[in-house]
């Protein structure tokens, strides 16, 4: 029963494939890739021959696998067959997992862009502090309620804009966070699976590299490789303004960013956090005297 699901399943996975390279071959002109029209074509698009030689792939192999039939495709043939159709990387991703192969890798670092509608929402969680990471954890945007409760990251030069470093380098921050240790290694151990898609990176080094000298602490734990994904948590943190800081946090991601991570403080319920936090704003908003 379980074999005649899979073989079902991949049936209907191998129909998807071919419908997907159907459509994506018809909307590319030959003009596009720089073939000429011709007179006798009498179907939008590419032919599957043209398709063939721009990929790099046999006519009938790539025949056969718009076909959907059940033929192991190389991953070089399908990096072909993505050039050949100008797919996006999404649609490449899609590509790949249809043809039973693993997608390729994102490329590294592409340009983070927080979108105007994504700021506004920032501003508008009020009480609540939140900010907006990219890939190597560098702080892109925050709030004021952000500023307020860890301090205000507009004053920090522009290499100290990294949660990593902040957390290690900071010393304000060290000063108010309750528990400081056990949060600064939850961090790293956090940080290490970004780091392990990028091993070789040159900005990883440097970063790595200049904590290492910079902070024992960092120099000590980095050795122990230990490995958290990002998850929901509690802070504690000691305010010289207010006092006590009860927060709970909640990380999610950018849907048409993925690299962007969003992450919020919600203050706890029970506590009298939100009162502190209306405090705390109402300060930092009265102008200097």
Same mark, same amino acid.
């Given at each position: 029963? $379980?074999?005649?699901?899979?073989?079902?399943?991949?049936?209907?996975?191998?129909?998807?494939?071919?419908?997907? &390279?159907?459509?994506?071959?018809?909307?590319?002109?030959?003009?596009?890739?720089?073939?000429?029209?011709?007179?006798?074509?009498?179907?939008?698009?590419?032919?599957?021959?043209?398709?063939?030689?721009?990929?790099?792939?046999?006519?009938?192999?790539?025949?056969?696998?718009?076909?959907?039939?059940?033929?192991?495709?190389?991953?070089?043939?399908?990096?072909?067959?993505?050039?050949?159709?100008? &797919?996006?990387?999404?649609?490449?991703?899609?590509?790949?997992? &249809?043809?039973d192969q693993s997608p390729p890798i994102d490329p590294i670092y592409p340009q983070e862009i927080v979108s105007p509608l994504?700021?506004?929402?920032?501003?508008?969680?009020? #009480? !609540?502090?939140?900010?907006?990471?990219?890939?190597?954890?560098?702080?892109?945007?925050? /709030?004021?309620?952000?500023?307020? @409760?860890?301090?205000?990251? !507009?004053?920090?030069?522009?290499?100290?804009?990294?949660?990593?470093?902040?957390?290690?380098? /900071?010393?304000?921050?060290?000063?108010?966070? @309750?528990?400081? $240790?056990?949060?600064?290694?939850?961090?790293?151990?956090?940080?290490?699976? /970004?780091?392990?898609?990028? %091993?070789?990176?040159?900005?990883?080094?440097?970063?790595?590299?200049? #904590?290492?000298?910079?902070?024992?602490e960092f120099r000590l734990w980095w050795k122990e490789h230990d490995i958290l994904g990002r998850t929901d948590g509690q802070?504690?943190?000691?305010?010289?303004?207010?006092?006590? #800081? %009860?927060?709970?946090? @909640?990380?999610?991601?950018?849907?048409?960013?993925? /690299?962007?991570? @969003?992450?919020?403080?919600?203050?706890?319920?029970?506590?009298?956090?939100?009162?502190?936090?209306?405090?705390? #704003?109402?300060?930092?908003?009265?102008?200097?005297?």
């Amino acid at each position: 029963m $379980e074999r005649q699901q899979r073989a079902m399943d991949k049936k209907k996975r191998l129909k998807e494939l071919s419908s997907f &390279l159907k459509t994506r071959r018809a909307r590319i002109s030959p003009r596009q890739v720089g073939l000429t029209e011709g007179i006798r074509r009498r179907t939008p698009g590419l032919r599957r021959e043209e398709v063939s030689q721009l990929a790099g792939v046999g006519v009938t192999w790539y025949t056969w696998i718009e076909q959907g039939r059940d033929v192991q495709v190389s991953v070089q043939v399908l990096e072909g067959i993505a050039r050949a159709l100008k &797919l996006n990387w999404d649609e490449q991703k899609h590509l790949f997992l &249809l043809a039973d192969q693993s997608p390729p890798i994102d490329p590294i670092y592409p340009q983070e862009i927080v979108s105007p509608l994504l700021l506004q929402a920032l501003n508008q969680f009020g #009480l !609540n502090p939140a900010y907006i990471t990219g890939q190597r954890w560098d702080l892109l945007a925050w /709030n004021q309620a952000a500023c307020s @409760v860890f301090g205000d990251f !507009n004053l920090l030069p522009l290499r100290e804009q990294n949660i990593l470093w902040f957390v290690f380098m /900071n010393e304000n921050l060290r000063q108010i966070l @309750v528990d400081w $240790e056990t949060h600064a290694r939850l961090v790293l151990a956090q940080f290490r699976i /970004n780091f392990s898609r990028s %091993v070789g990176d040159p900005w990883f080094t440097e970063l790595i590299n200049a #904590l290492e000298v910079a902070s024992p602490e960092f120099r000590l734990w980095w050795k122990e490789h230990d490995i958290l994904g990002r998850t929901d948590g509690q802070k504690e943190i000691d305010h010289p303004l207010v006092g006590r #800081l %009860v927060l709970n946090y @909640v990380v999610f991601k950018v849907a048409d960013s993925p /690299n962007l991570e @969003v992450v919020m403080y919600l203050p706890l319920p029970e506590s009298d956090t939100a009162l502190k936090l209306q405090r705390l #704003l109402t300060i930092h908003s009265q102008p200097a005297s």
